[in-house]
């Protein structure tokens, strides 16, 4: 599944259809820049609007993950409920990846936090202690970064 592809295609059978992305997204409710970042392959569309996506545009959802028209005849080994299953699996899975990301950033900042008092005493030792601190504060505010986009995105889908 290659996101510029599936962006290029996106942005091809809008164009057919004389839609622009905010009349697209008007149709799907959704904001005129979630259509440009599917269109850039910044992202894929959400799988709760794959099937509304694929109508609007008159397209399979194979023909979507693909980003490009398939044969009609060509045998499909899963249908598009199959399809949808599997897209919104990916999504969870790199929802988890990230909120893994998240843990260990924050973990490995509270480290370092712990670590910069032991370094004390010359210039050297306290330029040290000084960078593990300033390194672990900002390690546990991307952490926190992290987290807090995953727990707004789970707020938003539920």
Same mark, same amino acid.
């Given at each position: 599944?290659?996101? /510029? ?10 164009? $057919?259809? @004389?839609?622009? =992305? ?7 409710? &959704?904001? @005129? ?5 599917? #269109?850039?392959?910044?992202? +894929? *569309? ?22 490009? $028209? %398939?044969? !009609?005849?060509?045998?499909? +080994?899963?249908? %598009?409920?199959? +399809? ?9 899975? #790199?929802? =988890? !990846? &990230?909120? /893994? ?15 910069? *008092? ?23 505010? &991307? ?6 986009? &995953? ?5 938003? @889908?539920?």
């Amino acid at each position: 599944m290659n996101q /510029i592809a599936t962006g290029t295609f996106i942005a091809r059978k809008r164009k $057919e259809l @004389n839609l622009t =992305q905010a009349q697209l997204a008007e149709r799907l409710g &959704i904001s @005129n820049k979630s259509v440009s970042k599917w #269109e850039r392959g910044q992202c +894929m *569309p959400d799988y709760a609007i794959v099937n509304e996506l694929c109508d609007v545009l008159g397209i399979t959802v194979s023909e979507l993950l693909d980003g490009e $028209e %398939n044969e !009609r005849e060509n045998l499909r +080994m899963y249908d %598009n409920d199959q +399809m949808i299953e599997m897209l919104a699996r990916i999504q969870r899975l #790199e929802s =988890q !990846r &990230i909120t /893994i990301i998240a843990i260990a950033l924050i973990v490995t900042g509270i480290g370092l936090l712990t670590l910069s *008092p032991l370094f004390s005493g010359s210039d050297l030792t306290d330029f040290t202690s000084g960078a593990l601190f300033g390194i672990g504060s900002g390690v546990i505010v &991307i952490g926190v970064f992290l987290a807090t986009r &995953i727990i707004f995105s789970y707020l938003i @889908n539920s």
